[in-house]
């Protein structure tokens, strides 16, 4: 009987042994676009234990990320021809197109049977053109872009929008929820990801512009703007957006954590969309029109929590806490 159980025993750990042989392969990932989210996102899966590849066109980009235990590329060949996964980060359509259609790019040697996952938000026709150049060539796609901010970039929290076939979403989960733990699959249609990002902007621009202009509002008719937020976030009035941004306006600080004029971009897409569907827009429109106007006054590459200063501009306040000297 004893011998039995050992041979039972002996069997059930060589079929774990072979469990784990079949699972211990790592995808080697190929990271393009090592900017704010990039980078974050790169570190994030060095520490998982992914072999990680990056290109950027910034040759210091590329050092930190082979200071931090990242493989160096000179080329989105070498990205290509290294990764069985690729994940873009880039900001814009013409950025993307470069990156894959256009000639000597990650298109012309990715390998068939890889994946490509674009994380960039960009308007859903153009996912799909782009789509169907890869895909016509063996290439898996999903469509991914993602919320959250670098602060979601560094936690590994940000919400992966995913939309493509199930197969390929399996294949890609683990990546997926290394560098962003709420990562969800809305859909097999490439170009879903990017509706509902849409969307979510639409939120996002408004709220910021909302909030703007009722701190400003406060502030000029007397309020402490620390009470302010203090009331505000007990209230129906409350946000993601206030409590995460609010404090850093309080302090002063409008170091780049998404930059003003990444509004006005996804703003345009949003636009696109309602255009398509014969929808008309309106608080979406006049928050574009305030971005812009910030813009126009030079805090375009500032955080997008810097429109409060156009209203700022217009009334003579500043929505700061009483420790901050103010600057005229």
Same mark, same amino acid.
């Given at each position: 009987?004893?011998?039995?159980?050992?041979?039972?025993?002996?069997?059930?750990?060589?079929?774990?042994?072979?469990?784990?042989?079949?699972?211990?392969?790592?995808?080697?990932?190929?990271?393009?676009?090592?900017?704010?989210?990039?980078?974050?996102?790169?570190?994030?899966?060095?520490?998982?234990?992914?072999?990680?590849?990056?290109?950027?066109?910034?040759?210091?980009?590329?050092?930190?990320?082979?200071?931090?235990?990242?493989?160096?590329?000179?080329?989105?060949?070498?990205?290509?021809?290294?990764?069985?996964?690729?994940?873009?980060?880039?900001?814009?359509?013409?950025?993307?197109?470069?990156?894959?259609?256009?000639?000597?790019?990650?298109?012309?040697?990715?390998?068939?049977?890889?994946?490509?996952?674009?994380?960039?938000?960009?308007?859903?026709?153009?996912?799909?053109?782009?789509?169907?150049?890869?895909?016509?060539?063996?290439?898996?796609?999903?469509?991914?872009?993602?919320?959250?901010?670098?602060?979601?970039?560094?936690?590994?929290? $940000?919400?992966?929008?995913?939309?493509?076939?199930?197969? !390929?979403? %399996?294949?890609? &989960? =683990? *990546?997926?929820?290394?560098?962003?733990?709420?990562?969800?699959?809305?859909?097999?249609?490439?170009?879903?990801?990017?509706?509902?990002?849409?969307?979510?902007?639409?939120?996002?621009?408004?709220?910021?512009?909302?909030?703007?202009?009722?701190?400003?509002?406060?502030?000029?008719?007397?309020?402490?703007?620390?009470?302010?937020?203090?009331?505000?976030?007990?209230?129906?009035?409350?946000?993601?957006?206030?409590?995460?941004?609010?404090?850093?306006?309080?302090?002063?600080?409008?170091?780049?954590?998404?930059?003003?004029?990444?509004?006005?971009?996804?703003?345009?897409?949003?636009?696109?969309?309602?255009?398509?569907?014969?929808?008309?827009?309106?608080?979406?429109?006049?928050?574009?029109?305030?971005?812009?106007?910030?813009?126009? $006054?030079?805090?375009?590459?500032?955080?997008?929590?810097? !429109?409060? %200063?156009?209203? &700022? =501009? *217009?009334?003579?306040?500043?929505?700061?806490?009483?420790?901050?000297?103010?600057?005229?």
């Amino acid at each position: 009987m004893k011998n039995l159980l050992l041979r039972k025993g002996q069997k059930l750990i060589r079929n774990l042994n072979v469990i784990e042989e079949v699972n211990f392969y790592m995808k080697r990932v190929g990271l393009v676009g090592l900017g704010q989210m990039g980078m974050r996102m790169a570190f994030n899966l060095i520490k998982a234990g992914y072999e990680v590849v990056g290109y950027d066109i910034d040759k210091n980009a590329i050092k930190t990320l082979a200071d931090h235990g990242g493989k160096p590329a000179n080329s989105l060949k070498e990205v290509a021809e290294f990764s069985d996964v690729v994940i873009l980060m880039v900001l814009t359509y013409p950025q993307v197109k470069s990156c894959i259609i256009e000639p000597d790019t990650l298109g012309d040697y990715m390998k068939p049977g890889s994946t490509l996952i674009i994380t960039s938000t960009i308007a859903p026709q153009e996912i799909r053109e782009v789509s169907e150049v890869v895909s016509s060539k063996g290439i898996n796609v999903l469509d991914s872009p993602v919320t959250g901010g670098t602060k979601g970039a560094e936690d590994g929290t $940000l919400v992966m929008i995913v939309s493509g076939k199930d197969e !390929v979403y %399996k294949e890609c &989960e =683990d *990546i997926l929820k290394t560098i962003g733990a709420n990562a969800v699959q809305v859909g097999n249609e490439i170009g879903l990801g990017q509706v509902i990002k849409a969307s979510v902007q639409l939120l996002v621009s408004v709220h910021l512009v909302a909030m703007a202009e009722a701190l400003v509002l406060g502030t000029k008719a007397g309020a402490d703007p620390e009470v302010l937020y203090d009331i505000i976030k007990k209230s129906a009035g409350n946000s993601w957006m206030l409590e995460t941004k609010l404090p850093r306006i309080l302090n002063g600080d409008f170091s780049n954590s998404g930059a003003l004029d990444i509004q006005i971009k996804d703003l345009d897409i949003v636009q696109k969309i309602a255009r398509e569907v014969n929808m008309p827009l309106f608080t979406s429109s006049v928050s574009k029109d305030v971005f812009l106007w910030g813009n126009a $006054l030079g805090y375009g590459r500032d955080d997008a929590s810097s !429109v409060i %200063k156009v209203f &700022e =501009d *217009i009334v003579g306040v500043k929505v700061r806490n009483h420790q901050v000297k103010e600057v005229k």
